[in-house]
């Protein structure tokens, strides 16, 4: 191990590395990691509303259209 990466502390002893609190705070940051992910993911797809794909329970008798033969 290079002296420099010792002492800027880049590489933690095994002793730190294998203790508790530090898997305790890697799984804490793992968790994060994967929620954080999870809401961008859901923020850069498109909105989906669920009355868009249910059927209307209403519909007009007239077309309000300037096309008589259009839809309703």
């Given at each position: 191990m290079s002296p420099l990466l010792a002492t800027l502390g880049i590489?933690?002893?095994e002793s730190l590395v294998r203790s508790h609190a530090f898997a305790v705070l890697a799984a804490f940051v793992a968790i994060n990691t994967?929620?954080?992910?999870?809401?961008?993911v859901a923020k850069a797809l498109p909105k989906v509303f669920l009355g868009d794909h249910l059927p209307r329970a209403y519909e007009r008798a007239e077309t309000r259209s300037?096309?008589?033969?259009?839809?309703?």
């Amino acid at each position: 191990m290079s002296p420099l990466l010792a002492t800027l502390g880049i590489v933690f002893p095994e002793s730190l590395v294998r203790s508790h609190a530090f898997a305790v705070l890697a799984a804490f940051v793992a968790i994060n990691t994967m929620v954080y992910v999870t809401l961008a993911v859901a923020k850069a797809l498109p909105k989906v509303f669920l009355g868009d794909h249910l059927p209307r329970a209403y519909e007009r008798a007239e077309t309000r259209s300037i096309h008589p033969d259009g839809p309703r």
